[in-house]
């Protein structure tokens, strides 16, 4: 199968840093003229030119690939030149990507030639290099896939490039994989899916970021690592590690970055299924508006399979953050235990003050509904925790007149069952205010994660879920002699 690829904006306006082509309000700037072409004395010699001397030297072999580009108003750098001279070039404006001319281009037929016919195998794939990513590349690729019908297209990270850092990732993240659009990782992929020689291309080490450690990487699933990759894109490695939580089976992770031998600022990454994930992000855009920088600023979401992972973003992040789980697991002194005292305190009225007060409205509800408290897992939970409580406390009551677990189990399913409303202060609630989903760094700067469950309802969701979750997950033993500072816990 023959790849044919399509070179856009391949002229000085959108790559040179000569006056006045650098004024050009199409030219992507000195940093991705550098990442594209090379930079310093490695000028020309950046993967750009230097992929498309590899499709040039394989062009005239059998099955070779084909490249066609769609020439600007502009002249064409020099490290073009000689690459370009056997090219088919179409004429194209530097705003009007010509369609008619491209088909014809493609299929060798007039402009005005059909496309009658279903696409299939036996078809050309396409491999879209050049600038802009998210406009010009963007459509050009989109255009094959979804308009023309061809199964295989393709982009690269590494041969692709845009003014706007942001667009661009968000376009390799999100657009392109949305519209059936492969994104190759790896320059060696981008070699083997076009027929050159890969061997000229190994220098440039145009690959995936690597995800460190390597026994983290290779427990990952497939799915997980790609979207992993995608999310780091923009650096060379990362090195990540677990945080508490992913309860319900994400995958949580605090990535430190480097970029060469710089560090980047940290992200937190989050991958899980997608009805968990369009919730979560669906409850983040809810209270976005009221928390600002004490929620995370999410990327575009990346799709993998059935998974879909986002980047978290922390503004203005000191030290080494941790989840305020993390911090009461490491109270051993009383200044250990005070700083996370410290830390609950400016949670929780950062809580009351960005979100509780500022949202509370006055609506009719029906309160054990409203909990959930009709739920079967409720019965099932209360009856575990029930156990749990009664084994702290063997020996220490009188037989008679003890708890029966499953007699409370009855008392829940009838008291649930009441279907009658009143009227309540409701508020927005985070929903799941577990001590893993509050996260501080050195300087005790706090974010919120994890906004799947978020909605109206009543302020005391939060509380209680905040208080079982000092019961039941977070300390894991209990003597008769810690229930005392448990019910000072409730009192507080």
């Known amino acids: 199968m023959r790849t044919i690829v399509i070179g856009d904006g391949l002229t000085k306006e959108f790559l040179s840093n000569e006056p006045p082509f650098a004024a050009s309000p199409f030219n992507v700037g000195g940093a991705e003229i550098d990442r594209l072409l090379g930079r ?3 000028y020309g010699n950046g993967p750009l030119p230097s992929f498309l001397r590899a499709v040039v030297a394989a062009e005239g072999s059998s ?20 690459v370009l001279t056997g090219a088919r070039v179409l004429p194209s404006a530097s705003d009007v990507i010509p369609w008619r001319d491209l088909w014809g281009g493609i299929s060798g037929q007039e402009a005005s030639g059909s496309i009658d016919g279903p696409r299939g195998e036996s078809d050309p794939r396409f491999l879209v290099v050049g600038c802009h990513t998210e406009r010009r590349i963007l459509a050009l690729a989109s255009y094959l896939r979804n308009v023309l019908g061809f199964p295989k297209v393709a982009v690269s990270p590494h041969l692709v490039g845009s003014a706007t850092q942001e667009a661009h990732l968000a376009a390799l993240r999100h657009n392109f994989p949305s519209s059936g659009v492969r994104v190759l990782l790896d ?29 983290t990487r290779d ?43 710089a560090r980047t600022e940290p992200m937190v990454l989050k991958v899980d299924n997608f009805a968990q994930m369009r919730r979560e992000l669906d409850g983040y855009h809810q209270v976005k508006d009221f928390f600002g920088k004490h929620v995370p600023t999410f990327g575009y979401p990346v799709a993998a399979e059935d998974s879909i992972g986002v980047g978290m973003e922390l503004a203005a992040m ?28 400016k949670s929780l009225a950062l809580l009351a003050e960005k979100l509780y007060r500022n949202t509370r409205e006055t609506t009719w509800v029906v309160p ?21 409580i009664l084994g702290y406390l063997e020996g220490e009551l009188p037989s008679e007149g003890r708890v029966d677990p499953e007699q409370l189990a009855k008392l829940l399913r009838l008291v649930a069952g009441n ?37 109206y309802a009543p302020i005391e969701q939060d509380f209680a879920k905040l208080e079982s979750d000092a019961k039941f997950v977070m300390s ?16 507080y």
Not at 237 to 255: D, I, K, W
């Open 40 to 42: 310093s004395k490695a």
């Open 63 to 82: 099955g070779g690939p084909r490249l066609i580009v769609l020439r600007g108003d502009g002249p064409i750098p020099e490290v073009f030149e000689p």
């Open 187 to 215: 320059l060696r992929d981008v070699a083997e899916y076009t027929g050159v020689d890969a061997s000229s291309l190994a220098a440039l080490e145009c690959r995936p970021p690597e995800i460190l450690p390597r026994e």
């Open 219 to 261: 427990a990952l699933a497939d799915p997980q690592r790609r979207i992993l990759e995608m999310l780091c894109l923009n650096w060379t490695r990362a090195e990540v590690r677990p945080l508490a939580g992913g309860y319900s089976g994400s995958l949580l992770l605090l990535a430190n970055g480097w970029k060469g031998q």
């Open 318 to 345: 000191e030290g080494s953050p941790r989840t305020l789980q993390d911090t009461f697991e490491e109270a051993d002194s009383d200044e250990t235990l005070n700083r996370f005292l410290a830390r609950l305190d």
């Open 368 to 388: 054990y509904r409203t909990f959930g408290l009709h739920a079967e897992k409720q019965v099932k939970w209360l009856v575990q925790n029930s156990e749990l």
């Open 419 to 455: 279907p009658d409303g009143v009227d309540s202060e409701i508020c927005l609630v985070h929903g799941d205010l577990n001590y893993a989903n509050v996260i501080c760094d050195e300087v005790d700067n706090v974010w919120f994660i994890d906004w799947t469950h978020s909605g």
């Open 476 to 491: 894991k033993t209990f003597d008769a002699s810690d229930l005392p500072r448990l019910r000072a816990l409730e009192e």
